[in-house]
């Protein structure tokens, strides 16, 4: 279940469920590659790694945060020397 601040509207918290995914992430491993829409999709997918990879630990993550930088300063320097 996603976790919601009470301070938040009801569209902002519907919005925040609405773009929140799932990953399954193998301790160790490399970075996860696919997005689950729910935590019971990630879920089955983590018990079918676990299987596949005896000893290994998968392990069900949610995205509850994200930041981006959407605009970036150009600074152009005329008058270089060489």
């Known amino acids: 279940m996603p976790l919601i601040r009470p301070d938040k509207s009801a569209r902002q918290a ?6 929140t995914y799932w990953i399954v992430w193998r301790e160790g491993g490399g970075a996860p590659v ?5 935590p019971g999709l990630a879920t ?13 630990r998968f392990v069900v993550l949610q ?10 300063e150009c600074i152009e320097f005329d008058d270089i020397p060489f």
């Open 14 to 19: 519907a919005d925040a469920i609405e773009d």
């Open 34 to 38: 696919v997005k689950h829409e729910n």
């Open 44 to 56: 089955k997918e983590a018990e079918r790694l676990a299987r596949a990879h005896p000893g290994e």
């Open 63 to 72: 995205a509850v945060r994200a930041r981006q930088v959407k605009d970036l």
